[in-house]
Nanobody, 123 residues
């Protein structure tokens, strides 16, 4: 049984930093992983996708220069370092893994999703 487990969310003041981590259990082989977020009343936004070799898709303008995704393949872990946080970064953050080592624009029910972790940035 595949599991995707996130950790590290919480409450932080604007300008602060948080680091989210995600670990996969039960996936073998090479696979892509990604971070997403969804704020109340808004559509899910993809933050970035990382291939097993460390290649990464571009970040959206909303987080570019502030967020960094990294991966530890040996530990099946994907991290999201978030700096200079803003109130508009408040959202539930999700980690996901794919069955294949392919990053795509649209991820869905065929992928493996974590339960989400709340990040709240106060002004």
């Amino acid at each position: 049984q595949v599991q995707v487990v996130e950790s590290g969310g919480g409450l932080v003041q604007a300008g602060g930093s948080l680091r989210l981590s995600c670990t996969t259990i039960g996936i073998v082989g090479y696979y892509a992983m990604g971070w997403f977020r969804q704020a109340p009343g808004k559509e899910r936004e993809k933050i970035g996708c990382m291939y097993s070799n460390g290649g990464i898709t571009s970040y959206p303008d909303s987080v570019k220069g502030r967020f960094t995704i990294s991966r530890d393949g040996a530990k099946n872990t994907l991290s999201l370092q978030m700096n200079s946080l803003k109130p508009e970064d408040t959202a539930v953050y999700y980690c996901a893994a794919r069955k294949f080592d392919v990053c795509v624009d649209s991820w869905g029910s065929g992928d493996y999703w974590g339960q989400g972790t709340q990040v709240t940035v106060s002004s």
